[in-house]
């Protein structure tokens, strides 16, 4: 089982700033099948992110995605208000699926 | 638009069996493009995949694989999650999901919280 560990696990920022989440795995990704999520409290989680660096319909391009291996990006280019949100990754490279312990995006 | 909402008892007592449904409206479930999931969230923790249903079969995560089983209702475009024997540490939201094979999970049910506790 590829275990994902995403730090930091607490990123506090202000609007406007860059953020820079981390994900690593503990063997391959195969084929860069990565992908991000962005969860809200009392949420279900959002694709962001798949393919390691592809876009889900309607994201934004403030958000994106890039690494390859083990090791993975998600970069929100210039926070929004409604970017401060918790944010997981996820590989589907191989089975079983996995998802990392997530990464708090919160307000400074 | 696709819409996917659980159901179920939000209280299941130790060593008895968690029964979730996800009810599917705005597509069909019988088709041979998608996969349908069960996630699960701990409170506080992060997500953990339990396992899909698709046409020809199904798949679990080998640590719950002894206790899940996943079926699909055609008629009713639903598919149903059982978890026997939980414990506490079964206590979780659970998410049901679509996905393009076992790949992403492109859209979600709400989340139901269930609670094991006697």
């Known amino acids: 089982e590829i275990v994902l560990t995403q730090s930091p696990g607490t990123l506090s920022l202000s609007p406007g700033e860059r953020a820079t989440l981390s994900c690593r795995a503990s063997?391959?990704?195969?084929?860069?099948?990565l992908a991000w999520y962005q969860q809200k409290p009392g949420q279900a989680p959002r694709l962001l992110i798949y393919?390691?660096?592809s876009r889900a319909t309607g994201i934004p391009d403030r958000f994106s995605g890039s690494g390859s291996g083990t090791d993975f990006t998600l970069t929100i280019s210039r926070l929004e208000p409604e970017d401060f949100a918790v944010y997981s990754c996820?590989?589907?490279?191989?089975?079983?699926?996995?998802f990392g312990g997530g990464t708090k995006v919160e307000i400074k | 638009q696709l819409q996917l909402q659980e159901s179920g008892p939000g209280l299941v007592k130790p060593s008895e069996t968690l029964s979730l449904t996800c009810t599917v409206s705005?597509?069909?479930?019988?088709?041979?493009?998608?996969?349908w999931g069960w996630i699960r969230q701990p409170p506080g923790k992060g997500l953990e995949w339990i396992g899909s249903?698709?046409?020809?079969?199904?798949t679990y995560t080998p640590s719950l694989k002894s206790r899940v089983t996943i079926s699909v209702d055609t008629s009713k475009n639903q598919f149903s999650l059982k978890v026997n024997s939980v414990t506490a540490a079964d206590t979780a939201v659970y998410y049901c999901?679509?996905?393009?094979?076992?790949?992403?999970?492109?859209?979600w049910g709400q989340g139901t919280l269930v609670t094991v506790s006697s």
């Open positions: 999901a679509r996905s393009v094979t076992t790949s992403t999970f492109d859209y």
């Open positions: 705005g597509g069909s479930i019988s088709s041979s493009s998608y996969y």
């Open positions: 249903i698709y046409y020809s079969g199904s």
């Open positions: 063997q391959s990704v195969t084929s860069s099948y």
């Open positions: 393919g390691a660096s």
């Open positions: 996820q590989q589907y490279g191989s089975s079983p699926l996995t």
